[in-house]
């Protein structure tokens, strides 16, 4: 049986892709395993299906687990429910952006930990409607001593799901590449309240990108994650803004619903990151604050509904 624990979209699409009877959602401490969740699959390609998936309870022997949290609330789920799995079940943290699976490394060291980033897209325009609205890919690589050996076998654990997913060896460089991206873009989205493509040709992008490529470039190198200079990471940034110009990023939509955002993990990490390494990040720092602010103004003034589209091209 494969546990995931976080219950939302990326979770239910998980829960839907693999084989019926394969996967059960994980309860928090404190509550005991309800009746089983229903709800709507509307695949990328097909027709629509109902699912159902068991919430699991202590007898219940986990052969894997998913941890498909949002990057904040992922230390403490896991901290809740921990110590009720044997030591060598493997854990695969799906969590955008860095510095929640560094917290989760730091403290369970000998814990067979994975990463995971992925390109598929899920979304969850009602509570019992779960939408993969688009496919990509994902990869699954070690981030402790006990996992080294576990991608291959973990991917073909997850291969019954009809998912395209690859081990990776250097999972944090692919995390890496990601957040160059997120971090390119999702806050001007957010703060713009603008799909992706619409950041380009406004006075706060263009204005602050090369300040943010710089600080990119010398917090890769000084990671060892690389050599790319400011100009090529614009050039990625915006090749991505503009394959995927209609899209609504994770932040911007986290804003539109009151949500807490994952900026902490995203210029909020780099920012950080930047303090540890001596490195001057004042377009991180700005676009933190700023998202932070927009997002804590959001929550007490809206609940509105949007939808969460992210970076994928392959979008309906
Ligand atoms: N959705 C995507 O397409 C996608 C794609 C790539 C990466 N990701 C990444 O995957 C992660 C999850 O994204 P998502 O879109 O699935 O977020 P989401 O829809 O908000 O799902 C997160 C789920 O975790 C649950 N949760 C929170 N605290 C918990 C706890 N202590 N124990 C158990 N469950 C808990 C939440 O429950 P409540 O709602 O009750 O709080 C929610 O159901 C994020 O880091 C995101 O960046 C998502």
Request: charged share 15%.
């Amino acid at each position: 049986m494969i546990g995931i624990l976080g219950a939302g979209a990326l979770g239910r699409l998980w829960a839907a892709c693999l084989p019926a009877g394969r996967a059960g959602f994980i309860p928090r401490p404190a509550e005991l395993p309800g009746a089983n969740t229903r709800y709507r699959f509307r695949p990328f390609d097909g027709q629509e299906t109902t699912v159902d998936v068991p919430w699991l309870g202590p007898e219940d022997a986990l052969e894997l687990i998913l941890v498909t949290t949002k990057a904040g609330s992922t230390f403490e789920a896991i901290a809740g429910v921990i110590d009720r799995f044997a030591r060598h079940t493997p854990v695969v943290l799906f969590q955008n952006g860095l510095g929640s699976q560094q917290a989760v490394v730091a403290q369970w060291p000998d814990r067979p930990i994975l990463a995971a980033s992925t390109t598929e897209g899920a979304n969850r325009p009602e509570p019992d409607l779960l939408v993969h609205a688009g496919t990509g890919d994902t990869w699954i690589g070690p981030m402790t001593e006990p996992a080294q050996g576990l991608p291959g076998t973990t991917v073909n654990f997850l291969n019954t799901s009809g998912l395209t997913i690859h081990a990776e060896q250097d999972i944090v460089q692919r995390l890496w590449q990601k957040l160059i991206i997120n971090a390119g873009i999702n806050p001007y989205t957010a703060l713009l309240d603008c799909p992706n493509g619409d950041i380009l040709a406004s006075s706060l992008y263009q204005g602050t990108i090369n300040g943010l490529c710089h600080e990119l470039s010398a917090l890769m190198r000084a990671s060892g994650q690389g050599e790319d200079a400011p100009d090529a990471l614009r050039q990625r940034i915006e090749t991505v803004a503009h394959n995927t110009a209609g899209n609504t990023s994770s932040m911007r939509a986290d804003v539109l619903k009151g949500r807490t955002t994952e900026i902490d993990f995203i210029n909020g990490y780099l920012t950080r990151l930047g303090k540890q390494l001596g490195i001057n990040t004042p377009v991180n720092q700005m676009l933190t604050q700023r998202v932070q602010q927009l997002s804590s103004h959001s929550q007490e003034q809206t609940n509105g509904q949007s939808p969460f589209q992210d970076l994928h091209p392959h979008r309906r």
